[in-house]
């Protein structure tokens, strides 16, 4: 199975490209934000790739992070998305936009995407938050984010609610409590939970 690609970009298309290793021509299936984001003809690149195998063809669809690809997999576990959809979401939000729209409950943001009304947007969000890794948690450090290497652990109520939610979606609890101090420090400490979630998720991207 292959499961990256490093070559020269060959040529690019509306909903593909066309990836030279080594003289061989890989078509890749590509979102259109990963599309965007790779280089012009005849510049290196360097992509994850999910490969299906099927009795009449052999697919590869291309991610320029793991987070993509990782999301791309999930949302196919989900009752009727196909590669299609999976692409078209991930076309419209990036993977830190929809850990934080399905932990959020977002559905209006899940809808966004062609092809995904208010039904599947809920399909998605029901079938997923229990399911989401912590993309990037391992990576993150307290300075990273801005927390001090002996925070305080955060008081009660929203903020004990905004980091257990943290904590679910699969960040270790040193990282969960920094984000959501940083987050109290800009919102306050009346902040809402959902409030204080959206920004600590926003730090622990950075």
Same mark, same amino acid.
């Given at each position: 199975?292959?499961?990256?690609?490093?070559?020269?970009?060959?040529?690019?298309?509306?909903?593909?490209?066309?990836?030279?290793?080594?003289?061989?021509?890989?078509?890749?299936?590509?979102?259109?934000?990963?599309?965007?984001?790779?280089?012009?003809?005849?510049?290196?690149?360097?992509?994850?790739?999910?490969?299906?195998?099927?009795?009449?063809?052999?697919?590869?669809?291309?991610?320029?992070?793991?987070?993509?690809?990782?999301?791309?997999?999930?949302?196919?576990?989900?009752?009727?998305?196909?590669?299609?959809? /999976?692409? $078209?979401?991930? #076309?419209?939000?990036?993977?830190?936009?929809?850990?934080?729209? !399905?932990? +959020? @409950?977002? %559905?209006?943001?899940?809808?966004?995407?062609?092809?995904?009304?208010?039904?599947?947007?809920?399909?998605?969000?029901?079938?997923?938050?229990?399911?989401?890794?912590?993309?990037?948690?391992?990576?993150?450090?307290?300075?990273?984010?801005?927390?001090?290497?002996?925070?305080?652990?955060?008081?009660?109520?929203?903020?004990?609610?905004?980091?257990?939610?943290?904590?679910?979606?699969?960040?270790?609890?040193?990282?969960?409590?920094?984000?959501? /101090?940083? $987050?109290?420090? #800009?919102?306050?400490?009346?902040?809402?939970?959902?409030?204080? !979630?959206? +920004? @600590?998720? %926003?730090?622990?991207?950075?």
């Amino acid at each position: 199975m292959i499961g990256k690609l490093k070559g020269v970009v060959d040529e690019l298309n509306e909903d593909h490209a066309i990836i030279d290793v080594h003289g061989v021509g890989y078509l890749v299936h590509c979102s259109g934000r990963t599309l965007s984001a790779l280089p012009r003809a005849g510049e290196a690149t360097a992509l994850f790739i999910e490969t299906h195998v099927r009795e009449d063809a052999i697919r590869l669809f291309g991610f320029s992070s793991a987070a993509e690809r990782d999301w791309f997999r999930l949302l196919q576990g989900v009752q009727g998305i196909g590669t299609k959809t /999976a692409l $078209a979401v991930l #076309s419209t939000l990036t993977a830190s936009e929809l850990t934080q729209a !399905i932990a +959020l @409950g977002d %559905k209006t943001t899940v809808a966004r995407a062609p092809g995904v009304g208010p039904r599947v947007a809920t399909r998605i969000i029901t079938e997923l938050k229990d399911k989401m890794p912590g993309f990037g948690a391992g990576s993150v450090s307290l300075a990273d984010i801005g927390g001090a290497p002996a925070a305080a652990p955060v008081a009660g109520g929203a903020a004990a609610d905004a980091m257990s939610a943290l904590v679910n979606l699969g960040y270790g609890a040193p990282q969960a409590n920094a984000a959501i /101090a940083a $987050a109290l420090r #800009s919102a306050g400490e009346d902040a809402k939970t959902e409030t204080l !979630i959206r +920004l @600590g998720l %926003k730090e622990l991207a950075k």
